[in-house]
């Protein structure tokens, strides 16, 4: 049943808090059907007070962007550091077998390798620069017999596609 509150309490607003419990119900009147809202009863309602914690240091938690930003920012350099160092290297030996495709001298280098200048330290394999070891060498004459072949290989490999076309 539901209950009303009484002109005193209602008038100095000392009353205590109630929540209303039940549920809607809906009746229905020949065709028609109205829907009411009907509560069964108000239950004493009482608001839970907050609790004293007692004080403890806050959990170490993730770590702060800057920290997150800085770790990655360090796994970063430290694969792109060699990668360049890598491929200033290579590029050391393309430009010097280039060079030395084109060179007049006697003895042609045809392959070799670049080294770091100073390889017993990590810091020295990155930061002491390269040098190109030449490890085969052939005469010119025979650079120049070596490529003709080459060519007149490739044209007989052109004429017989031709052929069996």
Known sequence: MPSTPN???ASTG???????????????????????STFTAT??????QPQARP????????????????????????VAMPAAVLMSRSMLVQQILT?????????????????AADSSSLLGWLFGGSYFQCGEWETREARQQRERDQEQA????????????
């Not at 060079?99 to 080294?115: F, L, W």
């Not at 044209?155 to 076309?165: I, P, S, V």
Request: proline share 8%; hydrophobic share 40%.
């Open 7 to 9: 002109s005193s309490t």
């Open 14 to 36: 000392s009353a205590q808090p109630r929540l209303l419990s039940g549920a809607g119900a809906s009746r229905s009147t020949g065709t028609k059907t109205a829907e009411a």
């Open 43 to 48: 239950v004493p309602f009482k608001r839970p």
């Open 55 to 78: 004080a403890q240091p806050a959990p170490a938690g993730p770590l702060p962007r800057w920290a997150k930003n800085f770790v990655i920012g360090g796994v970063l350099l430290a």
């Open 99 to 115: 060079e030395e495709s084109s060179s007049k001298a006697a003895m042609v280098c045809t392959a070799g390798d670049a080294h």
């Open 154 to 165: 490739n044209y007989l490999a052109r004429e017989r596609a031709k052929l069996q076309r």
